[in-house]
């Protein structure tokens, strides 16, 4: 299938690309109207889209329970911040770099990594952050569920709270989590737009809730003095530097996901310098307000009730004043379905949609992602704090920087920026098809990066020693060894002639 690359067409200052004329590639199994690039009409995310983002993804119970779950790991209030806010200026690098494509092209984060990985092969990864994302899903759902329930249970009285137990919690659980579910896929049936509205309207509200636990809090323990008071339990010696680096790699890999399909979202934006600084403003600051928000609000119930209770719904359900409960958590609720669709369903639909681009809109993509949420059971990932960071976020963490460090290395060393935005929908020929759709190149470097990086795996589900014992040590730094392992092994195996 030929085609005309005069159609790529460069337009601004910052050098955007759009294609005019999509007739050579519409007819390709690998093209539909969601997948294909944004008209640069089409491009108007400003500054504020992306720092309302951000903000809605970063202001979530899960975000929330991420910082508080440092603090019932035995930190103290310095270090638990001081770990989130390494953490998330080093993934903002990766995340940015990937970004600059979306921008550039108007391509969603798979067909991104087609040019990388060949127009198949790119579902091999795309699949793989997509399976990600609807666990992550199920959790957001799960603990926004948990948070309805308490609201309920508030207004209803001790017989929803202590209703019949089936299948290991309350059936009233178990409603409110089916409930906060259906409302999710009715947002993403409407498509991208009204995620875009949603987030808009919901970001300066989400912060309510956490200040108001805060708060609440912080009057009941006597003032901050208390909280800032509690001592570490792992003091700043060999135990702290023993829970420090994998923590860290923890906190970088809860945002690794969106390293990678940032594009989902940057192919909007209104030029590389307002997705760039959207981001810049939004990520650190957003995450480091709802760390602290956390960490204080976690060390204050230490303070007040002798345990780190690091789950925002059960701290709130031991209040005795109702109203706090009910404005503290209808914006939690709020908060967590902006987070959700954002962060966890825009990506996977896109990822589905791209496996089978003829059968799967991006409406029906966000309903699969939903369905797979649930059968993968979010309620077991989260139950625990060290399965939380230590085998759940350490493990996928190193497997997607892999991915990361093969993007990277693609784009920015060997391609230098370049793409060919036609051959990325093309069928059986152009730039992008190596060998029957396939890069080997680009599997096997994150073959290997991911080897490196998660082989070791222990502690949790995984044995003692490790899964692959000589591999132990690397696994407290899982995402910086998948990440420069899988860039650097794509940087040796490709030769510099090529565009990927």
């Known amino acids: 299938m030929a085609f005309d690359s005069a159609a790529q067409v460069a337009s601004g200052p910052d050098g955007r690309v759009e294609l005019r004329d999509h007739s050579g590639i519409a007819h390709s199994p690998y093209y539909n109207p969601e997948l294909a690039p944004v008209p640069l009409e089409r491009r108007t995310w400003s500054t504020y889209n992306f720092f309302a983002l951000w903000m809605g993804m970063a202001h979530n ?43 550039k092209y108007g391509i969603p984060f798979p067909v991104f990594a087609r040019a990388f990985y060949g127009v198949r092969g790119a579902n091999l990864v795309a699949l793989l952050r997509a399976f990600i994302a609807c666990a992550w899903f199920g959790i957001q759902t799960w603990v926004g569920g948990k948070a309805l329930h308490v609201i309920v249970g508030r207004l209803a009285g001790d017989g929803w709270v202590d209703a019949p137990v089936v299948l290991g919690q309350v059936w009233t659980l178990w409603l409110c989590f089916l409930g906060f579910w259906v409302v999710q896929m009715l947002v993403i049936w409407r498509g991208m737009e009204a995620i875009r509205r949603f987030e808009n309207w919901t970001a300066p509200l989400v912060s309510v809730g956490f200040l108001v636990l805060l708060a609440y809090v912080a009057v009941k323990a006597g003032g901050f003095g208390p909280i800032l008071s509690e001592p570490s339990k792992l003091g700043w010696g060999a135990d702290f530097w023993k829970v420090f680096f994998p923590a860290l790699m923890g906190m970088i890999a809860f945002w690794s996901t969106l390293s990678l399909n940032m594009p989902d979202f ?71 379905i902006s987070a959700n669709l954002a962060a966890n369903v825009v990506s996977p ?152």
């Open 61 to 103: 119970i899960p975000s929330y329970t991420l910082a508080a779950s440092l603090v019932a790991l035995g930190m103290d209030w310095v270090q638990a911040f001081a770990t989130i806010t390494l953490g998330n200026l080093i993934v903002l690098g990766p995340m940015l770099l990937n970004s600059h494509a979306g921008t």
């Open 266 to 336: 940057t192919r909007f934006g209104g030029s590389q310098r307002k997705q760039a600084l959207g981001q810049l403003l939004g990520l650190p600051t957003t995450m480091s307000f709802i760390a602290i928000v956390a960490i204080l609000t976690t060390s204050g119930a230490t303070a007040l009730y002798g345990e780190a209770i690091w789950d925002p719904a059960e701290l709130a359900s031991r209040f005795d004043n109702t109203a706090v409960v009910l404005v503290a958590l209808v914006a939690l609720v709020l908060a967590t």
């Open 349 to 500: 639909s896109y990822d589905f949609s791209n496996a089978f681009p003829k059968r799967i809109t991006f409406a029906l993509g966000g309903l699969i992602t939903g369905v797979i949420g649930i059968v993968l059971q979010p309620w077991r990932l989260i139950s625990d704090p060290g399965i939380y960071i230590f085998a759940w976020l350490g493990f996928y963490g190193g497997l997607l920087a892999s991915v990361a460090g093969v993007l990277v290395a693609g784009y920015w060393v060997v391609g230098r920026a370049k793409l060919e935005l036609a051959d990325l929908y093309l069928s059986g020929g152009g730039a992008y098809w190596f060998r029957a759709g396939w890069n080997w190149r680009a599997v096997l470097a994150t073959a290997v990066g991911s080897v490196l990086a998660v082989g070791g795996a222990y502690g949790g589900p995984f044995p003692a020693d490790g899964l692959i014992p000589f591999l132990k040590p690397l696994y407290d730094y899982n995402w910086v060894v998948g990440l420069v392992g899988g860039l650097l092994v794509h940087l040796a195996l490709t030769p510099r002639r090529e565009n990927a």
